[in-house]
């Protein structure tokens, strides 16, 4: 509960601080008087949130979204297996996805728009491919970091390929697997963002965009607390998926600093010095 009350009160405290030198309209090098305040923006999220197009964006973000994540999950552990299991295959892909790898997806907007027929099309792949490099990465280095003493105990007993990829490859790998899903999560949310604000029709990015061609700073406010709250939804989503199927691994537990962890208690015993033990017991 202490805890809980802590992030509670930093919140609490962050917007107090925001509140504070937006309404007193603070300039001391940062110009807080051109931000709207925290009633404003609460004004304005009340006044989205009970309209159609807010729901609507919402909803568009998150088809996007959720189909670029699940693409980018599939191919980035498919490939990221067969490349670190692979020679061949890491010959054959391994250059392309490190010339291609360094690349942002945002660049990849003007190339979405000539190469799909709709737009929509377009947001999606850019989302995918933001995605699919992290998890990729990801996996290869959690399965080459697999001890091969699994892998020959299942061969030992008869197993074939398949079955050391389902029985060791991938539940071994599954802690890397959903840090690079984390990780993808969070880049697609900037991306898809990104895209909507270019090129897209609805979403919560385009009314973003929207609003600040406008000048509509509160509404340009509800929507990077709406992103924020959505990526920090989606996020912890995967967390407790992975800590789901994972939940064979040992969890640390959280000791504070300075305070031993509790043990528990030993049986006194009073030992008899060796000195005093006659030699025949010695031996």
Do not use: K
């Not at 202490?2 to 937006?22: D, E, H, K, N």
């Not at 973000?61 to 020679?87: E, H, K, N, P």
């Not at 995918?128 to 990729?136: E, G, M, N």
């Amino acid at each position: 509960m202490t805890r809980y009350a802590l992030r509670i009160g930093s919140l609490a405290a962050a917007l107090g601080l925001w509140q504070v030198l937006t309404s007193l309209n603070v300039d001391l090098w940062l110009r807080f008087s051109q931000f709207p305040t925290v009633a404003d923006v609460a004004r304005a999220f009340a006044d989205r949130v009970t309209g159609d197009d807010y729901w609507t964006d919402l909803t568009d973000s998150l088809t996007r979204i959720l189909t670029g994540f699940a693409l980018a999950a599939v191919l980035g552990v498919a490939v990221g297996v067969l490349v670190a299991r692979s020679r061949l295959a890491e010959d054959l892909l391994g250059p392309l996805v490190e010339v291609l790898r360094p690349i942002p997806a945002i660049a990849l907007v003007p190339v979405a728009i000539l190469l799909f027929p709709s737009n929509e099309q377009g947001i999606v792949f850019i989302t995918c491919t933001a995605a699919f490099f992290p998890v990729l990465v990801s996996t290869r280095h959690a399965v080459r970091a697999l001890t091969p003493v699994w892998e020959e105990a299942v061969r030992t007993m008869g197993g074939g390929r398949r079955r050391v990829l389902f029985s060791v490859v991938l539940p071994g790998a599954l802690p890397g697997i959903f840090g690079g899903l984390s990780v993808g999560i969070g880049v697609s949310w900037i991306c898809v963002i990104s895209a909507e604000m270019i090129s897209g029709q609805y979403g919560v990015g385009y009314r973003t965009w929207q609003d600040y061609t406008v000048v509509d700073y509160p509404g340009v406010f509800v929507g990077m607390v709406t992103i924020g709250l959505l990526g920090w939804l989606t996020s912890t989503a995967v967390e407790l998926l992975g800590r789901r199927l994972t939940h064979w691994l040992p969890r640390t537990s959280y000791v504070p600093t300075g305070r031993a962890p509790r043990t528990a208690p030993v049986a006194a015993t009073s030992p008899t010095p060796q000195e005093d033990v006659p030699h025949e017991q010695l031996v």
